[in-house]
């Protein structure tokens, strides 16, 4: 069963990362009747409301996914029936990403897709759009046969569906895989066998819940507060999960859902059922209602995408946002725009030991009661946070260290990678650039005789650090306004030269971009030309075409994580 779990999970994460692009205004949710039979205390919910171009999308981002690794590490799980049939569904999926226009039509569906996720209590129900049904089930009745699967044939209310039995290997009761389809919509979801008549009701839409997510308002709410396009929402309701964990009356796969939580917390089974955790946990989830994701841009045609999406842990804790803000540092414009590479780090020195001294005592307060809730309290009152503080004096004044790769070489005739050429660029932001200099005097004997002026001439550090003359890399240090810069390459002395006029104001936690391609150009080609074929997990990098950039900062409404994907389709012969 826990094979299978796993299997079901990886699937589950890869439909979801497609179907994660949701609606805003009201006209869109009156526009989905779906939304009608969604409760509105869904654990999870994702859907699409606008048709999201799925066969362009495909053919951008087809390259980047390692079917042939994924399919090999996933195989091994294949040890139980359910388990291989559903590898044999995502097989075939990996198998025809190559050909984005087949592999639609072999699963039904058409060039755009509608699509939803959410739960009926702990039952996760998948809704999608179908243009061709009995391609999709000729895909399930090929699976059967691979691997000698069968599916008993159900009726509901007229409406036909398959329902799979999966192994009862956890001690919950066994659970139904089942498939229906209506009115050109696929209905997927897991059941408890003993209840699937009557969720299932509910999963095809022929019984209403008591408040419908429609009805509720939260997807216009949601969207309106955090200021998203329109085309994405998805959620998880922390709310409604603390509720499930200490309920006592939970079905089947609630109970199995709890266990693995369970886990993550060091708790018994039923160890969360007690009043105390009830009202603590119930506590806690109010103060941090709600992860959300939406989507702030989308542009797709057929040799480009870029997508904009945003992750919110929507916090109504003000002691510890209030401390988290006042974390903030500075992040150059730079490391956004970086050709390969940008890594920036913006952390308020001065502010560190106050910020993690009130988050730590928030963490601390009140002394719970809840058994697992007070083991990771005491946890955290074994380690004290004042010895973190006795390093930043070190770097009193720093707002940020931020880094750039700009351009690389490598040797093509070494037997060995060896740098022929370079242009990065490291940069630390701080209030006393000066003094925080004279501080690294200290250790670094070869600087001592060194006097940083703004605006000076670069000062050459490869003889005084006495670097390898082998890498042929001459590394420049200069002071440029509140910024310290080390650089190597013409490209990089314009970026350093041009943050002397850039004031550091805070602007966020971390940042980082990579630009797959031309990251990972040069070694792919120095490997190319090895006589030994590249590895499996090597190669999958080959024709990689994706630039990402992910942005992590905290407002008044929660810790909020942005992530920009630009992907290209490979050139076909």
């Known amino acids: 069963m826990k094979k299978f779990l796993l299997v079901a999970a990886l699937i589950l994460a890869g439909a979801m990362a497609y179907w994660f692009h949701q609606a805003s205004t009201p006209r869109l949710v009156k526009a989905n009747a779906v939304l009608e039979w969604v409760p509105a205390d869904t654990l999870v919910f994702s859907g699409l409301l606008n048709p999201f171009p799925l066969k362009l999308y495909l053919q ?66 998948i809704k999608l759009e179908l243009a061709r049904p009995e391609a999709f089930w000729a895909l399930l009745d090929q699976a059967e046969r691979d691997t000698g699967v069968t599916h008993t044939q159900g009726q509901l209310v007229g409406i036909g569906y398959r329902s799979y039995l999966l192994a009862d290997g956890a001690g919950t009761g066994p659970l139904s895989l089942v498939f229906a389809e209506y009115q050109g919509m696929l209905t997927i979801t897991v059941l408890p066998l003993s209840r699937d008549t009557e969720l299932l009701e509910t999963a095809l839409g022929l019984k209403r819940p008591v408040e419908s997510l429609a009805s509720s308002g939260m997807l216009e709410e949601i969207i309106d507060t955090h200021g998203f396009s329109g085309d994405s929402v998805s959620f998880i309701n922390h709310v409604a999960l603390a509720k499930a964990l200490t309920s006592e009356d939970a079905d089947p796969l609630a109970r199995q859902l709890s266990r693995r939580i369970y886990g993550l917390l060091s708790a018994g089974v039923g160890e969360l059922q007690t009043p105390e955790c009830r009202r603590e946990l119930m506590t806690l989830a109010s103060h941090w209602p709600r992860t959300l994701i939406g989507l702030n841009e989308m542009r797709i045609d057929e040799q480009h995408s870029h997508i904009e999406a945003t992750m919110v842990i929507e916090s109504r804790n003000r002691i510890i946002l209030t401390a988290l803000q006042r974390l903030r540092g500075f992040i150059p414009a730079y490391v956004g725009e970086a050709s390969l590479f940008g890594m920036g780090l913006g952390i308020d020195v001065d502010e560190f030991p106050p910020a993690v001294k009130a988050i730590w005592s928030e963490l601390q307060t009140p002394a719970y009661q809840c058994a697992p809730l007070a083991r990771l309290q005491a946890g955290l009152s074994a380690r004290d946070p004042v010895i973190l503080g006795m390093f930043t004096g070190l770097a009193e004044s720093v707002k940020g260290v931020s880094l750039a790769l ?8 070494q037997a060995e990678p060896v740098i022929t050429a370079i242009d990065g660029l490291l940069s630390l932001a701080a209030d006393k650039p000066t003094a925080l200099f004279d501080t690294v005097k200290i250790f670094v004997p070869g600087l001592a005789e060194m006097q940083l002026v703004d605006g000076a001439e670069a000062i050459d550090l490869s003889t005084r650090l006495r670097l390898p003359a082998r890498f ?96 290209e389709a490979r050139a076909r012969d």
């Open 60 to 125: 951008t981002v087809a390259d980047n996914y390692p079917g042939g690794v994924a399919h090999g590490r996933l195989q091994a799980q294949a040890d139980e029936p359910m388990a291989a049939f559903l590898l044999s569904i995502f097989d075939t999926y990996l198998r025809g990403l190559k050909d984005p226009a087949a592999l639609l039509a072999r699963f039904g569906l058409a060039d755009t897709l509608k699509a939803y996720v959410y739960t009926l209590g702990a039952s996760p129900v």
């Open 406 to 413: 700009l351009d690389y070489r490598l040797d093509e005739q």
């Open 472 to 567: 042929g890399i001459k590394p420049m240090l200069a002071l440029r306004g509140q910024h310290l810069v080390i650089y190597v390459g013409d490209r990089a002395k314009v970026l350093a030269d041009s943050l002397a006029e850039v004031p550091v104001a805070a602007n966020g936690l971390f940042s980082i971009l990579a630009d797959y391609p031309r990251l990972f150009g040069p070694l792919l080609t120095l490997a190319e030309m090895a006589v030994e074929p590249l590895p499996e997990e090597f190669a999958v990098l080959q024709g990689y075409k994706m630039r990402q950039q992910i942005h992590l900062d905290v407002n008044d409404k929660g810790v909020v994580l942005t992530s920009v994907v630009d992907s």
